[in-house]
């Protein structure tokens, strides 16, 4: 068809011929994600690391459940987790959430299971960056940290974005008051704005060295930190749900907050 | 000179209505040490005797936890035992992440028995050279499954499998009564002896040697559901063999006040 | 005639108007569901002591119209499983279809099916959340109520993202707005669920229905419920909504040609 999409007749009369559409591409009306809220947040110590979140799930202005745990155990023996030596704290879109927490716990258990001994915290950071970011063109809608205790006993956290990017810190809050958690978690653990008293004038004072905190105060930071986001954010709120992992195991503790 | 013309493969049928190449895996599970598996009410054992192939070399596995409610003990290639523990162990897994629920073991084991099977009926394909013996637990209590490279299986109350184990099944048709009713410890006991039994004159059975696994309901108190699949090996062996020898010593000084 | 022989025989533009050749659509993208069509609204449910009690009215709608007013739209699954769809009903038909199908090859099992509410949830939440990641969802927000593996009641949800959540009473859709506050106010989460009978959990399900038929447009006053106890499931599937007080309605003004 030599004619196909041409004017090609010297006669004004128009025929319809076959042609390729150009209809416009039809966009997805569909959006995959969405935000179940919530706010988690971890901070490590000389020989236990702590990992927190509240036990809200939303979805717009409405409260799906007063619990539904942010902070889960991997590769433990069984449902329960117990045996488990590694602790991830999900928050944003709750169902990635999920299956990013079971395909890790499945990672790990099959390396157990292959390896014979219990996979490190550090290896285990390594592969759920590489989890997150094989997923780099349609990510895990999730804010990760994950908590354990490294080779020397020392507590070790790590936090991701959803695309995998991750660092190991001292302490570090995401989800949706994560913008009002960290600058005080700043202020209170890496000890930013304090100075030592007399030290000196100006820019010779001289600022506060962070050390390891007792897990004592570690505790009550964590619950400061969380009583307060529930003042100030309509999406956190309801309940506790604390992890402290150490060498003796994970330690798992819940408390109530307010829920309006 | 004769030579057999039916054995080229494992799917020509001899006349007589064999299959000569799935026969010879069966002797591969008879060349393979022996292992016992066992249960009672309320748990499933597994015995196995471990062997080196040499003076100098580590021992070869003969039992592999699958999942924490599921093992198996292995006897022939443990080459071909590996890819089928792998099979297992990927879905059992895969049955936790679909459905939050441990696999039942009569559908694990039924789907290898079909993998086992299609290697029996296709052109190119060697059949597995390995016997296996599945001890689980599931919502309908303890089970102990031989699994043969036929690709036949059978739920058994006691079993054993490879080299010299009809000593051992002798044993076990013997003491089915007292199996059945025995207690967790008493049913370990009985797995060991039964292995006992298949040892030659001057061997032994030793922490280096033996190996056992133990899954079962949990007792009243505990708080699972189920006493975890559990893997004695090495010293950990030490009390469980002590208490066969000890069990043993007792028997002989009640048949010397009997005779 | 011309002397274009392939135009010959085709309809002339000036007598009948060029084609319209948007419906040829040979090029575009493949085309999910974007939307969904026939709809059922509310779920609810609601746990007591011993059992779970679930309801759903009898209405499909295709839009704003009544379209089917005899869907049945809670499913049962094994002896004791109750899943009620909210959302696309040819979506609910698919699931369902799934679910016989597990049903029959669980039977197959030496010990039938062994399956329980929660196995259940875990499996379906797996299917929205693997549709939704092919960007091609089952448009349902489901409740599945049963019991778990220690035969404690057991309600759960899942919507068409693969989100999950539990709570003692659920509700989709519209009910989440318009039932939870009233089962809220009759069963505070407070109270332990064994302080609930069977009989008010379900005159509470009965209530609510009443209260989404006078105030959710896309409700019927034909509805099912469904009550799962350790006996079984008791399924009353053609109930019609009594005692019904529309004397409130007069006091609605502001609509329509009514001009005070």
């Known amino acids: 068809m030599s004619l196909m999409g041409q004017q090609p007749h010297s006669e004004a009369i128009g025929y319809s011929f076959p042609q390729s559409t150009n209809a416009p591409i039809k966009e997805h ?3 995959p994600y969405t935000d179940n809220g919530g706010s988690t947040l971890g901070i490590t110590g000389a020989d236990f ?42 928050v944003g879109f709750a169902a990635d959430g999920q299956a990013l927490k079971e395909r890790l716990d ?22 759920l960056s590489t989890i997150l970011y094989q997923k780099r063109f349609f990510p895990y809608y999730v804010h990760a940290i994950l908590a354990g205790l490294d080779e020397e006993g020392k507590g070790a956290l790590y936090s991701y ?100 | 000179m004769f030579r057999n013309n039916y054995d080229n493969d494992a799917v020509t049928f001899s006349p007589q209505g064999r299959i000569f190449q799935v026969e010879y895996a069966q002797e591969a599970v008879k060349q393979g040490s022996v292992v016992v598996g066992l249960v009672n009410k309320t748990h499933s054992v597994l015995v196995g005797l471990k062997r080196n192939a040499e003076e100098l070399s580590s021992y070869q596995k003969k039992i592999i936890e699958v999942d924490s409610h599921m093992g198996i003990a292995i006897a022939g290639l443990a080459s071909d035992a590996r890819v089928l523990s792998n099979y297992m162990k990927q879905q059992s897994l895969g049955s936790r ?32 050279g390995v016997g296996l013996l599945v001890a689980g637990v599931d919502e309908a209590g303890p089970h102990l499954f031989e699994f043969q490279p036929s690709g036949m299986i059978h ?64 007792g009243e108190d505990a708080k699972g559901k189920i006493e975890s699949f559990k893997l004695y090996e090495g010293q950990q062996l030490v009390p469980l063999l002590e208490a066969l020898e000890s069990g043993e010593t007792k028997e002989d000084e009640t048949m010397e006040v009997d005779s | 005639m011309n002397h274009y022989p392939e135009v010959w025989g085709r309809p002339r533009d000036d007598v009948y108007g060029s084609y319209n050749p948007s419906y040829l659509q040979t090029s575009g993208p493949k085309t999910h569901t974007q939307s969904p069509a026939v709809t059922g609204t509310s779920v609810i449910a609601v746990k007591f002591n011993g059992g779970v009690a679930i309801a759903a009215d009898n209405l499909a709608s295709y839009g704003s119209l009544a379209r089917f007013t005899d869907v049945k739209r809670l499913r049962i699954f094994g002896d004791s499983a109750v899943v009620g769809f909210g959302g696309d009903v040819s979506d609910m038909q698919y699931i369902d279809r799934l679910l016989e199908s597990i049903d029959i090859r669980e039977n197959y099992s030496a010990h039938g099916n062994t399956l329980n509410a929660k196995n259940l949830h875990t499996y379906l939440s797996k299917v929205f959340y693997k549709r939704r990641s092919e960007f091609n969802p089952l448009w349902n927000h489901i409740l599945v109520a049963g019991f778990d593996e220690n035969k404690n009641p057991f309600l759960s949800s899942a919507d068409l993202l693969g989100t999950t959540y539990s709570a003692p009473h659920l509700a989709t859709g519209f009910g989440a707005h318009l039932a939870i506050p009233i ?29 989404l038929w006078y105030r959710d447009a896309r409700s019927l006053d034909q509805y099912s419920v469904a009550v799962i106890t350790s006996d079984g499931i008791e399924v009353k599937e053609n109930q019609q909504i009594e005692a019904q007080s529309w004397a409130f309605a007069e006091s609605i003004k502001g609509y329509g040609a009514q001009v005070n």
């Open chain 1, 29 to 31: 009306s569909f959006y």
């Open chain 1, 49 to 90: 690391a702590i990992l927190a979140g509240d036990t809200r799930s939303v979805a717009g202005y409405n409260i799906n459940s007063r619990y539904a745990p942010k902070v889960f155990k991997i590769g433990g023996d069984d449902e329960t987790g117990d045996g488990a030596h590694i602790i991830l704290s999900v």
């Open chain 1, 106 to 127: 499945a990672v790990v258990k099959m390396y157990k299971y292959q390896h014979g001994k219990p996979m490190s915290v550090r290896a285990c950071a390594q592969r």
């Open chain 1, 161 to 260: 974005d959803p695309v995998g990017s991750y660092e190991r810190e001292q302490c570090r809050a995401a989800g949706s008051a994560a913008s009002l958690i960290m600058p005080f978690l700043d202020n209170q653990v890496n000890f930013k704005n304090q100075y030592i008293p007399g030290s000196g004038e100006g820019h010779a004072l001289e600022s506060k060295k962070p050390e390891p905190l007792p897990r004592e105060t570690v505790e009550q930071i964590v619950r400061d930190a969380f009583t307060s986001a529930v003042e100030r954010h309509i999406e956190v709120g309801d309940g506790l749900q604390l992890m402290v992992i150490t060498e003796k195991g994970i330690e798992e503790i819940y408390t109530p907050l307010k829920k309006d």
């Open chain 2, 97 to 128: 992440m679909t459905y939050g629920r441990p696999i039942p073991v009569d559908r694990i084991v039924n789907q290898i028995a079909d993998r086992a099977q299609t290697n029996t009926q296709h052109y190119g394909k060697r059949p597995y």
């Open chain 2, 155 to 218: 739920e058994m109350l006691a079993c054993a499998i490879g080299a010299r184990s009809q000593m051992a099944r002798t044993y076990l048709e013997r003491n089915l009564e007292k199996i059945s009713n025995s207690t967790r410890d008493e049913l370990i006991d009985h797995g060991l002896r039964a292995l006992k039994e298949t040892l030659s004159q001057d061997k032994e059975l030793t922490v280096d040697n033996t190996s056992v696994g133990v899954v079962g309901l949990a």
């Open chain 3, 183 to 211: 089962l809220r106010r009759l069963f505070p989460e407070e109270t332990p669920i064994e302080k609930i009978s069977k009989e008010e959990a379900e005159a509470a399900l009965r209530e609510c229905l009443k209260v």
